[in-house]
């Protein structure tokens, strides 16, 4: 494991040091766990309580951040989380590769490979797929035929790369995704069903990264889109014709039908669903679990189902919690002016209600 | 890339033309990105407003519609969009497959293969396995002992098919579908949950189609059975011995629980989820998200968690979002008449309201 | 097929025979489907009415049923359903697996194998890898380097199990599972969102299922945990981590956000989503589509988004549909006082609602 001193760890990071600089640090570690010879970092004052009894032997903080911790070298920088990031893989560097390609692999015709690449035991690779430099492609994944994939990616295992896909620089693919396969688009004939076959390409573009067994369909005509630095965690569905933009962040279990469009720096909750065809404007945050059926505007904060601003849905849903008693309140009046309809109970004992927990 | 005459691809779909019909056709486009080239369609009269400036060589229009688009020789037909469906392949032919066995493919003993069978590199092929003529399966894909394949099936790359599964004919399997797997069933020990061993079947119609990363598990006792010409798409679950029947259409990321029934040609929206043991009656209509909790009749259009009939949630959804006035208002009514319950606040301030909204 | 006498059976499960115990039952089934040499079960008094006119040739029941079935050798037994789960292997054996690895497994330097392990073809297993005694890797199954597996454990086909993942005893992982990949983690640094390198481990217990296409990420700093003896579905995702604790149940397409805890015992519905940093107590039990946005207490039964206890939530939904015509009725009173606001229509016709319907 390596070892680092703080004033080493500082200067990656333009840290201002407060403490012992030649302290020596072997490791990183979460607030809660980081030890005597650990870094941590502190992104909130709130979580300066969760020190525990052997303080950290350096903490990354913000400027005017004071702790009152002896024995702890503070490194002051404006981003700490960022600086941390950046520290993380000086102590846990990535597994080297071993450029080349294994023999269980199986290579179309006309491929053409940067320097450097790493292609996995039993791949598969189609004709006239091309590949940058020093990207590499894990075991069980399929690059079909004319597929183009940048420099400098990860392609994890199992990951099926299919026919019109184009991946950008720095694109990093976790195990089990499938970019490209065919959207859910069928016209409606005699005898059922009829397939529109699925012939649209499948463009993901720089510093994308897509989460463990999540699915981008490839376009039905034209093509879907993923803008560059997007992030996309697990079992993500990103329907046919869909365009993301830049900079948005896609979490775990979104679902995105056909069509859609998503404007640069949106966010979208886990489990969050959007309707085919919409557009959701640029930096609108979707919250989890959200159903949309209608545009959003850009910048709004939206969530429930349908979808409405933040505000006002979690009045309407606290207010709910206080309908029943409200409905008995209201026969209360009636009865006050002698205006009960007939026919309706009078009390609070509600059929509905009784129906509905069983 | 193959060309057509505008009379050649109105003669594959018993279409009439109207405009020049020597025109050269040299691929398919959606309305906005057709160009003088390409042939595009128009399913519904208020899409005509989408036609770029440079108009397309040709479009599939309905019988009664009327354009006044010089230089576009339209192809009048009763379904546009079928049509269009029929005319993809001949721009856009299925890569041809080269039939036999790849040497990296590991194949069981007493395996019968049809005619023109294909099977890809690195699959695996238990005993006794039965695939039926013109049937190709892709890479990394397993088929357990037992298993029979019907006829002009594609199932693709890293794909399961376990133990006690039948797919019928044309079957299509997108990348990473699991079909078989166990179901989700235990008994309660005094040791904690003890497993029911699974060991129904899973039977897969003709013509049905699923979406990739799906799962459909296998009966615990019995079958799950999905009706022919049944559509799925991807990370749809659907558990042990459920039984979706035919025509139906199941949008990404709907789950349905152990031992549901699916009428015929009921179709369900993307993330909706059904409750174990549920019958949805034939041609019954689930909107997106809905959460099913009661048996839903048959030709319904339910939404909502729980979900009800479509225009009762809708409607209490949005009479839901006056609510906070309108007890603001009953408050008002109830000093009126001098009725308001000590202790409860007079005003529209909501403790719960401020609460919820952290 | 093997047979057995209900004399041999009712051994088995230390069961009362009530009937002929020299019955010979060739096979297991369902109540519904269940014929005169098969074993069936009932769990419950309500479902002595699905049994056909040709009864089962033996039914495990409780002692205090009475069932007045002719013909039919009952097994009286505490807990029927378990015992049922014990039989069935005796039916149904799994299929012998034949140890040794495959010539096309490829496999790294210094890995451990206990005795009677079986490594499928197309496996790959990393440096330093250790496989306990009798576990079994499917085919297109990758371990990572150092990883380690316990005793009797069943991977299945296209698994990933990636670095800093150790497994418990008798774990299994069915088809398509990914445990340990990259959780979704980011720093906003000044030209977008920078990846935090995630190094924690992937922690599963003894006797942990986990179905179908699920994906359990590793920790960012530290582990994710899950509990020996818990069982999850297919396509759940679990977020960084997060710690679950023994014997729970989490159901098909449930999401978990980053660093939730559950305690011991508690269960998950379908689809439900859990917030990041939450805590839901022990035996808590979360309804199906729950969306829970604070912590739930300890053997609580919440619903609902935002989750709140399952009958304030029915309460609420129930009168929720009774508030339409209540704000009708709340104009009415109203008018009756000379009250109603100036610009509020009058009457129940609602913009909003027609807005939402279409």
């Known amino acids: 494991m390596p070892t680092f ?22 490791g990183v570690a979460s607030i809660e766990a980081a030890g005597p010879d650990d870094l941590t970092f502190i ?23 004071h702790l009152g911790v002896p024995d702890t070298s503070l490194i002051r920088v404006g981003n700490p989380y960022l600086a941390f990031a950046e520290i993380i893989p000086l102590f846990h ?31 598969v690779i189609g004709d006239a797929v091309k590949i940058g430099h020093r990207t590499r492609i894990e075991p069980f994944t399929v ?16 990951c099926s790369i299919l026919a019109g896909a184009r991946l950008g620089d720095r694109v990093q693919l976790h195990t089990g995704v499938r970019v490209g396969a065919d959207g859910f688009g069928y016209a409606r004939g005699p005898m059922g069903a009829v397939k529109i ?5 499948c463009l993901i573009g720089d510093d994308v990264e897509i989460g463990a067994n999540s699915t981008v369909d490839r376009g039905a005509l034209g093509d879907t ?11 993500v569905h990103i329907g046919h014709n869909v365009r993301v933009g830049e900079d948005c962040m896609i979490v775990a279990q979104v679902g995105i039908a056909g069509s859609v469009r998503i404007g640069a720096g949106a966010s979208l909750g886990g489990q969050a669903g959007i309707s085919g065809h919409l557009t959701i404007g640029p930096g609108a945050r979707i919250g989890a679990q959200s159903g949309v059926t209608k545009d ?12 409405r601003p933040f505000h ?42 009784s129906e509905e927990s069983t």
Chains 1, 2, 3 share one sequence.
């Open 143 to 158: 690059v079909e035929a004319g597929v183009h994939i940048g420099d400098d990616c990860r392609i994890g295992y199992s």
């Open 225 to 235: 889109v993923i803008g560059s630095r997007t992030k996309i965690d697990n079992l």
């Open 5 to 26: 001193t703080v004033a080493e760890l500082a200067r990656r990071v333009a840290g201002v040091i407060d403490g012992d600089d030649r302290r020596v640090i072997t």
């Open 43 to 65: 992104a909130e004052e709130r979580y300066v309580g969760r020190i525990g009894a052997r303080p950290p032997g350096s903490i990354l903080v913000e400027p005017g951040l």
């Open 197 to 201: 076959p699925q012939i649209g390409g």
């Open 93 to 123: 560097p990535s597994p080297t590769a071993r450029p080349g390609i294994a023999p269980s692999a199986t290579m179309g015709r006309g491929v053409r490979l940067g320097d450097h690449v790493t292609i996995g035991p039993h791949v």
């Open 312 to 353: 006002e849905v979690m009045k309407a849903k606290a207010a709910g919690f206080r309908l029943p008693d409200a409905l008995r309140r209201l026969s209360a009046v009636e009865r006050e002016l002698g205006m009960g309809s007939p026919g309706r109970a009078p009390d609070a004992t509600d059929p509905d209600a």
């Open 296 to 307: 959003v505007p850009a910048g709004a904060d939206y969530c429930g189902f349908p979808a």
